[in-house]
């Protein structure tokens, strides 16, 4: 069976410093992933996502960036965060874009900067 | 306006009790709508889908989607304390994009 595993769990992290946070899928291959950011109240803002290694497309112009470097390994990153970067941050995959399921989404990483 | 709208809450009802969620939006494209439970701390997770209009049953639940007034439903019957969550709609679009609500916390008290 697919899990989805996203790391750490929470996070404080000071404003200008860096910020990696990881997401890996097992139990499938050539899933499509994406990084998406839940704030209160706001619901949940699709930030990058991703067909394939290397091919990343952003869908929110902002502070974060994202990589991919392999199959199923998908990083969002920060080189300098700031107040506003604060959030829950979920990753998620699916096979099929236009899946009519959504996405399975991991367990997500909450984001605290200070 | 918002793509899709849905009331934050907080709902508290009496464990048993039938649950209402509801969801409006506004763009008549939507074809495939979601509902998505999502417990503290955790991710969501998808709890039923449906296509177009009409009503589909999973056990307890019943997502009822009516498309001439833009508004899906989320039905819970004889409630329980562990249905206690946050409760996200969503929408899917014709460019495969995906629209979420702001989510209904859900407290179904014992």
């Known amino acids: 069976s697919q899990t989805i595993h996203q790391w750490p769990a929470t996070l404080v992290q000071p404003v200008g410093s860096p910020l990696s946070l990881e997401c890996t899928v097992e139990?499938?291959?050539?899933?499509?992933l994406y990084w998406y950011r839940q704030a209160a109240g706001r619901g949940l803002q699709l930030l990058f996502y991703?067909?394939?290694?290397?091919?990343i497309s952003s869908e929110v112009p902002q502070n974060l960036s994202a990589s991919r470097p392999q199959d199923r390994q998908f990083i969002l990153s920060s080189k300098k965060l700031l107040l506003s970067d604060s959030g829950f941050y979920l990753c998620a995959w699916n096979l099929d874009r236009k899946s009519i399921y959504g996405y399975t989404f991991g367990s997500g990483t909450r984001l605290t900067v200070v | 306006q918002k793509e899709v709208e849905q009331d934050p809450g907080p709902l508290s009802v009496p464990e048993g009790a039938i649950v209402s969620l509801n969801c409006t939006y506004s763009?008549?494209?939507?074809?495939?709508f979601m509902w998505y439970r999502q417990y503290s701390r955790k991710g969501p997770e998808l709890l039923m889908y449906t296509y177009s209009s009409g009503n589909k049953e999973d056990g307890r639940f019943t997502a009822q989607v009516d498309k001439s007034s833009k508004y899906i439903s989320l039905f819970i019957r004889d409630s329980q304390p562990s249905d206690s969550a946050t409760y996200l709609c969503a929408m899917r679009d014709n460019f495969n994009k995906f629209y979420f609500g702001s989510g209904t916390k859900l407290n179904v008290k014992p």
């Open positions: 139990g499938t291959s050539n899933p499509n």
């Open positions: 763009n008549s494209a939507f074809q495939y």
């Open positions: 991703s067909v394939g290694i290397g091919q």
